[in-house]
């Protein structure tokens, strides 16, 4: 039988098996259910948007699907990858399920300038005799979108035409029932901004390439968006329900296809595409077009919770629809807020939430004063409630198409949301923790998540330092797991995030502030604010960050060390691993804060700024080794606090004020990072270059979780009070 060819559908993969490890296993063998063999009809998507209806024999591999593709739509089969979200088929196609869409694409899409090829005009069109819509994704939780998908199928087939919406930068249509009533709106993944098919003429990537959010890929916000609907837990947000439909009508939009290619002639089957399909919602406005002062506190944390939990990077006032329930109204005063209840919000257009890196999320009310109201009880129920580990199993079983990285975000980010509800922060400051002050800083967050990798990094490779030059063991190797479909996206900013890393590094272990040098001599001290930039030829991966080379690449004259032979020794001082290079670090700065008198030449101040160096010069006496290696041991922490043996400076980093610690990474940056690294070359959205958690091997996202949550609740145990915040946000920002 020979392949029917279809219109341009965003690649869908079987259910992969979930493996229970912290929520964020790997799929299963192949990352895909075990199902049995037989024939079966997968859609195969290429990158420019043409679509293959192909029906699979047992014998079939990804070479023969290849072959087909080939003869079809005259898709060249070197150099591509067949693939559904993380997965890539190389040959055995015996997992894919009934119904799958692959996506074939090129294997090396290194650069968002390579010309994208569009569907040729040639290519035959075919029904696959179903419905106009069908479900592939996302609708077993709703049976409300059932009954709408009938409304619309029959309308269609009584000819009542969609209408094309016209805001928005993707491509959106109303479709009715046969009353001519709005009744969802649909939006094809291969008309959003930078896809093949926009109608709009933002156009000019591939899907899979970096959106219009670098953080999310062209075809990849509709799956979010029915994301979003899945997570909505007892729709406590009211996202309208969605699901992911493949859906064929001629009134989509195809780039440079002939009205007789749109099958507006007769005989001609209509375009199908994979798009959200939302209901509609009757509405009076959105939020950009009214006061927001009105909007009830409840209805706002509701948006805001949610919005933190799928890390939305798109929140604006536009995408949260306003419905006037007359029957509600009901007109009451909090504090300053005086709020009508009759006002209903909705929140719409989640496709660009779950980013696949630490992005700088858009929450428009930020700064609205309902923001800065605590929760309520019913609300702080609701988020311990909030399961993140499950919240990605159901993703990953009703959404598998979805990258492991988004529910390695949602874990992320439902764990920031939990910890800091618990511990009495209200949204606004949560968000606040999550977004970047000014473009080109980093959030709270990013640094808890920069230091939290440091720190496993750190460990792993603190472990197994030995001879030669210690990088290339088992914990590096697992380190630099790496697969191809993060690569294509981590290739422009990897050279940002090493500098990042690299300047964190410095911050953390080789940058006192002036206070702790009042006194000394100047010159002695290369590595003040006004350090030169370190040595460019040293851009080392943050997969091959090694506690030895740390201090080296901002030491000016290491060469110099070398020739003195200090390299060679102090290597063994870090065999003890992470806990004694902590130490060390701690070491050398109790070292800076109370020695500062003793340092007369220059070459043992330099020696004693090494904190592998000061190892060799001072060992540590007794007393101070139990107090500096009992880090996570809060009681020896607070005597040590309160004794005078070690200043508050040289104190544990993690006793520094969260505060303080990002101010000084960030003037860091500042003094240190040169020009061209701090402009034009950062994600497309400007600002700094996003922290991904893609990069982490399983046994590095465990670790990392661990560090992460005790970080942040050293952060959050060491902020100030948040009445105070709350106060300040109320007088500063809202007028009433
Ligand atoms: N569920 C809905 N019910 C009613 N109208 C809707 C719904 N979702 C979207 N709309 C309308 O369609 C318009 C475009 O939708 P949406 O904002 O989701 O598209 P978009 O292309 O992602 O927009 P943007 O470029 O603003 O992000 C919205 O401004 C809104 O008026």
Same mark, same amino acid.
């Given at each position: ?31 895909? /259910? ?14 420019? +948007? ?28 070197? /150099? ?35 010309? @994208? ?35 619309? $199928?029959?309308?269609? $087939? ?11 930068? +993707? ?39 970096? +959106? ?64 959200? @399909? ?72 989640? +496709? ?114 030995? @001879? ?26 990897? %050279? ?5 890393? $690299? ?9 006192p502030t002036?206070s702790d ?18 040595? %460019? ?44 290079? $902590?130490?060390?670090?701690e070491?050398?700065q109790k070292?800076i804060a109370d ?51 070690i200043s508050p400076r040289a104190m544990?980093l993690?006793s520094v004020?969260?505060?303080n ?9 500042? %003094? ?53 915040? %709350? ?6 920002? @809202?007028?009433?």
């Amino acid at each position: 039988m020979p392949p029917s060819v279809e219109s341009p559908v965003q690649a869908r993969i079987p259910i992969p098996v979930p493996d229970g490890v912290l929520g964020s296993g790997k799929k299963g063998s192949g990352g895909v /259910q075990t199902r049995p063999v037989g024939r079966r009809r997968i859609f195969v998507q290429t990158d420019t +948007g043409s679509v293959l209806g192909i029906e699979l024999d047992r014998a079939d591999n990804a070479q023969t699907v290849k072959k087909k593709m080939q003869a079809m739509l005259n898709v060249p089969t070197e /150099q591509t990858a067949l693939m559904f979200g993380d997965t890539v088929f190389k040959g055995d196609l015996s997992e894919v399920r009934n119904d799958s869409p692959l996506l074939l694409t090129r294997e090396l899409q290194r650069s968002l300038s390579t010309p @994208c090829i569009y569907p040729s005009s040639d290519v035959q069109v075919a029904m696959d005799g179903g419905q106009p819509f069908e479900v592939v994704g996302g609708v077993r939780c709703c049976p409300k979108m059932k009954r709408i998908l009938k409304q619309i $199928n029959k309308a269609i $087939n009584c000819g009542v035409e969609p209408v094309a919406v016209s805001g928005g930068l +993707g491509g959106a249509y109303y479709f009715r029932n046969t009353n001519g009533d709005s009744v969802a709106i649909v939006k094809p993944t291969d008309e959003e901004p930078f896809a093949p098919n926009n109608p709009k003429g933002y156009i000019g990537r591939s899907l899979g390439q970096p +959106g219009l959010k670098k953080t999310v890929r062209v075809g990849e916000t509709g799956v979010r968006e029915v994301a979003a609907y899945l997570l909505d837990h007892e729709n406590f947000a009211k996202v309208p329900p969605t699901a992911l439909v493949k859906v064929a009508h001629h009134a989509f939009h195809v780039n440079g296809a002939s009205t007789v290619r749109k099958g507006q002639e007769k005989g001609i089957q209509p375009v199908s595409k994979i798009a959200s @399909c939302q209901q509609f919602v009757h509405h009076d406005y959105d939020a950009s077009d009214h006061g927001t002062s009105r909007f009830s506190v409840a209805a706002v944390h509701r948006i805001g919770i949610l919005d933190i939990r799928i890390f939305n990077t798109d929140r604006h006032a536009g995408n949260i629809l306003i419905r006037n329930n007359k029957s509600l109204d009901n007109t009451w005063s909090y504090s300053n807020v005086h709020v009508n209840e009759s006002l209903e919000l909705i929140p719409i257009d989640h +496709g660009l939430c779950l980013p696949e890196a630490l992005e700088d999320p858009y929450f428009e009310w930020l700064h609205w004063p309902q923001a800065s109201v605590p929760f309520s009880e019913e609300e702080l129920d609701y988020i311990k409630r909030l399961d993140q580990h499950k919240d990605a199993d159901v993703l990953r079983r009703e959404l598998p198409m979805l990258r492991e990285v988004c529910f390695r975000m949602l874990i992320l980010s439902t764990t920031l949301l939990k910890r800091a509800a618990a511990a009495g922060l209200c949204l606004a400051e949560i968000g606040e923790m999550m977004s970047r002050d000014g473009l080109e800083e980093a959030s709270e967050l990013e640094l808890l998540c920069m230091q939290a990798k440091f720190e496993i990094e750190t460990e792993l490779l603190g472990g197994k330092l030995c @001879c030669d030059d210690g990088y290339e063991d088992a914990a590096i190797s697992e380190v630099s797991v790496g697969e191809d479909l993060h690569e294509q996206f981590e290739f422009e900013m990897d %050279h940002e995030f090493d500098h990042k890393l $690299n300047f964190m590094s410095n911050d953390y272990q080789l940058f006192p502030t002036e206070s702790d040098c009042v006194g000394l001599d100047q010159s002695i001290f290369p590595l003040l604010p006004d350090l030169p930039a370190p040595a %460019h030829d040293f851009n080392f991966s943050p997969r091959a960050l090694h506690p030895s080379r740390i201090p080296l690449q901002i030491w000016p004259d290491a060469s110099a060390l070398e020739e003195d032979g200090y390299l060679g020794s102090s290597r063994k001082v870090l065999d003890g691993g992470s806990s004694l290079w $902590n130490g060390r670090i701690e070491y050398w700065q109790k070292l800076i804060a109370d020695k500062k008198s003793d340092m007369k030449s220059p070459r043992g101040a330099r020696a004693e700024r090494s904190p592998r160096l000061c190892a060799e010069f001072c060992p540590l006496t007794e007393e101070e080794e139990v107090l500096v290696f009992a880090d996570n041991d809060t009681k020896t922490n607070d005597a040590l606090q309160d004794s005078d043996l070690i200043s508050p400076r040289a104190m544990s980093l993690r006793s520094v004020s969260f505060h303080n610690r990002k101010q000084r990474y960030l003037d860091g940056c500042e %003094h240190r990072m040169p020009a061209s690294e701090t402009t034009g070359k950062n994600n497309a959205n400007g600002g700094s270059p996003p922290f991904s958690l893609a990069d982490m091997s399983e046994k590095e996202w465990i670790l990392f979780m661990g560090h992460f949550e005790g970080l942040l609740e050293e952060a959050l145990a060491n902020r100030p009070e948040r009445s105070v915040n %709350h106060r300040q946000r109320l007088g500063i920002s @809202c007028q009433f």
